[in-house]
C-alpha cells in the first residue's frame, strides 16, 4: 500500500519485515549514515537489477513496516515480484539482505582492513589437509569470527564432508571467476554452513569438477590476455567478498602447479599486515615421505618469492594422525619436525576417531565432538595462528 509523500517525490509504502531483519537494516543505515528509505530504495533498485536467483529469507513472524520510495518505484517493484513469482513481503526481505550483504558493518571490518589467510597445503596427499582447514574454520567461527571456509581441491572432499554438492562442470564456480568469466556475483555462490554453534558466521564457497582444469585454463588466459597474471588469479576472485569476512581459510588441492602458486600468492604477507597473520599450514604425517613433499613444498614458496619478490609466512606444521606405536619411524619423524623449529609444530593430532565420525555423518568436527581432543587441538592451532 502506497500514499503521497507531502512534495510529491515520494510515496509512503506500507508493509512488513521480519523484526530481526528490519532491526539489522535501522543499525546498519545508521553505521552508514542513510537514513532507511535511502538504504530501501538502493536496495529496491539493486535487487530488481538482480539477474540471479536468490535464496528466500525467512519472514515467518514479519511485522509491519513503512518507508517512503521515489513515486512509481514501488509499483515496478510489485511487477519485478510478479515476474519472479514471490510476494512483496518476500521480495522486499530479499532486497533488504542483499543490500545488508554488500554494505557489511564497518565495525566488522578486518582489523586494518586486512582480510587474514590462512593456506593449508601439501601437495602429498592423504595428510589431513581438508581436516584441517575445516577444523580451524569451524573454531574461527566458534570464536566469533566471520569465516569463509574455501574448497579449492576439484576433488571436493571437504564440500562433500560437509553435506553440500560440488558445483557441477560449465556453470559459475570459483574457477570460472578467476578466470575473468564468472556470469554473476561471487557471494551467490557462497553457502551457509547452518549450525547454532557458529551462528551464520560459517560459510563455505563449493569444489567445483572445473577445478581439474584450472592449471590449463589459467594458463590460457594468461596467453590470450595482455596483463592477465596467472598468480593473482585466485586473489582477484576473492577480492570481491573479502570485506564480509575477518578470516579466509583456503583447503589447497595436492598440487605444484599454478592452483597452488596462486594460493600461495594469494596467502603472501600484504604491505601493512603483520607478520605471521597470514602465510601457509601444513599438515604432514609422521613419516618420511611427508618430509620429501615438504621440501619440494618449501622450494616451490623460494622459487616464487625470488621470482615476484614475495613474502610468504610458514605459519606453521600440523602432525596429523600421529600413532606412538607405530614404532620409531613415527617418533623419529616426530622429533625431527619438532626440531626445525621454523615452522613451528602447530598440534600433534593424534589417531582417533571423532573426525571420522563426523565426517560419516557429514557434521562438522566441533558440532559433533566439540570436546573431544582433535576439536581442542583446533582451537589451539587458530589461537596460535591470528591477529
Known sequence: MASPYPSGVREKVASKLPPALKQELKIRAAELGLDIQEAVTAAVHDWRGHDRALSPVDTTGADSFSTWLPTGMYEEFKATCAQRDVSYIQGLAQAVRLWLDAHPSPSNQPAGGIVE??????QKGGVGKTTTAAGIAQAYAEDGKRVLLVDYDPQGHLTQQLGFQQTPPGEDSLVSHMCGEGNGDLRDLILTIEDPRFEKRLHLLPSCFDGFLLD???GVKAVQARGFQKESALERALAEVESAYDVIVVDCPPSLGIAMDAALFYGRRRDGERVG???????????DSSATAYGMLAGQIEDLCLDLNLRVDYLGLVVNMYDSRRGTVATTSLKSWRELGDPPVLAVINDLKEQREAVRKMMPLLSYAPMSEQAEAMRQIARRVTA
Request: hydrophobic share 55%; charged share 20%.
Open 277 to 287: 597473520v597470514s602465510g601457509v599450514i601444513i599438515p604432514v604425517l609422521a613419516e
Open 216 to 218: 590449463a585454463r589459467v
Open 117 to 122: 589467510r590462512k593456506i593449508v597445503c601439501n
